[in-house]
């Protein structure tokens, strides 16, 4: 699995899932999980294992993608919001997203990888500055993506992020994506959740706070 690639490996991660026990799972599971981890893939792989407030993520840096799972929905919820921005037309500001099974009572889904802004903000924040971006433009789609429930200055969108964004998307784009946020309530996006696959930025963590399982999406493409 030096060069993964998803149809032809995807058999070999659901290996590995099925080799993982509760106890791994469990919040001091973390280095049986690691030595396990260690052993399927071999000592040449590099990951990492982080924990968000719902999901535990294990980073597969070098191969390029992420194994997500929970047991509370958040991880399919993110399947759900992904497909429905296929069928919008927003594949594209999305990371790819595939539920892989259930094991365990857990969801275990695959995303391909992305670096979350935080990660380099100054750094984001001094290319946002350079942009020639129309700032009214700005505010407005920062205001749809902020106008829902629970969304507080803590979590919200970063102005920088967005400004990138609409540079590399156009404005028309923009809007339609945060309409798409606003529609399927996508709260939460704040610099751990937003980020880019390359250059192309992306939301990265979308499942937002615990909602009920309906999405209401369109499927026109203005």
Not at 126 to 148: F, P
Not at 204 to 217: A, L, Q
């Amino acid at each position: 699995m030096k060069f993964f690639n998803y149809n032809k490996d995807v058999t070999k991660l659901l290996d590995y899932i099925a080799g993982i026990t509760e106890d791994m799972m469990e919040y001091d599971g973390e280095e049986a999980l690691d030595s396990y981890t260690t052993d399927f893939f071999g000592e040449d792989v590099r990951f990492d294992l982080e924990e968000g407030c719902s999901k535990k993520v294990i980073v597969f840096s070098d191969l390029g993608f992420v194994i997500k799972f929970d047991n509370c929905g958040d991880s399919e919820r993110e399947v759900d919001i992904y497909n429905a921005a296929v069928a919008y037309g927003l594949k594209d500001c999305f990371p790819t997203t595939t539920l892989l099974c259930h094991h365990n009572g857990y969801q275990w889904t695959y995303q391909e990888i992305a670096k979350a802004f935080y990660r380099n903000r100054r750094e984001q924040q001094e290319k946002a500055k350079q942009l020639k971006i129309n700032e009214e433009a700005v505010e407005m789609i920062w205001n749809i993506t902020n106008d829902i429930p629970h969304c507080t200055r803590t979590d919200c969108l970063s102005r920088a992020w967005l400004k990138i964004a609409i540079d590399y998307f156009g404005y028309s784009r923009m809007g339609k994506l945060a309409r798409f946020i606003q529609t399927n309530r996508i709260n939460d996006l704040h610099n751990g959740n937003v980020g880019f696959v390359k250059d192309r930025p992306v939301l990265i963590d979308f499942c937002g706070y615990h909602w009920e399982n309906d999405y209401y999406y369109d499927s026109d493409e203005d």
